[in-house]
């Protein structure tokens, strides 16, 4: 039997192992960090589906507060293992991520699909999102090796006098 339910630190191995399926391998330490930081904030949401007791799926949703578009919940993430893809899992997951965000006050749910995951392009329209848009993501590394700082360590603050 399928149930969605909030994830928990128990559920980080199962989390990073669909997580590298998806193309994205990340070290347990990283992810208990982040798990952390979102799970202690309200405005943020991690959900897991689990058949039969058996984590399969996940999802995160979370606020995007822009000045020229407003606000709006944006699915961060969702990955369904991929031996049971098909099964409702990932229509249960969305389902959840909606449910949060309408009790946050949001009127809008927006999901980013990168153009070579073809069965994504069917599934959101199936459940009813519209393509926007097609755009590229770039990324400039913001790291200094010498002092460690970077999005998982933010530099120290300056001090002023």
């Known amino acids: ?38 799970a202690s904030d309200p405005r943020q949401a991690l959900f897991v589906a689990e058949d039969a007791g058996r984590v399969i799926g996940w999802i995160h949703v979370h606020p995007q507060v822009l000045l020229e578009s407003g606000s709006f919940a944006e699915i961060g993430g969702l990955v369904v293992d991929a031996s049971v893809r098909r099964s409702g899992a990932g229509r249960a997951l969305v389902a959840e991520a909606e ?15 990168n153009v070579a995951r073809v069965e994504a392009h069917a599934f959101y329209p199936a459940l009813g999102f519209k393509r926007l848009k097609t755009q590229h993501v770039y990324e400039k590394a913001l790291s200094d090796e ?5 999005p998982e360590r933010p530099a120290p603050r300056a001090r002023t006098a």
Do not use: W
Request: charged share 25%; hydrophobic share 45%.
């Open 99 to 113: 449910r949060f965000a309408r009790t946050h006050g949001f009127v809008r749910l927006c999901v980013r699909s």
């Open 146 to 150: 010498r002092s460690g700082a970077g």
């Open 1 to 38: 039997m399928l149930t969605v339910r909030r994830m928990a630190q128990a559920d980080l191995e199962r989390v990073a192992q669909l997580s590298g399926q998806l193309g994205y391998p990340v070290a347990l330490s990283a992810l208990d960090d982040r798990f952390a930081r979102i």
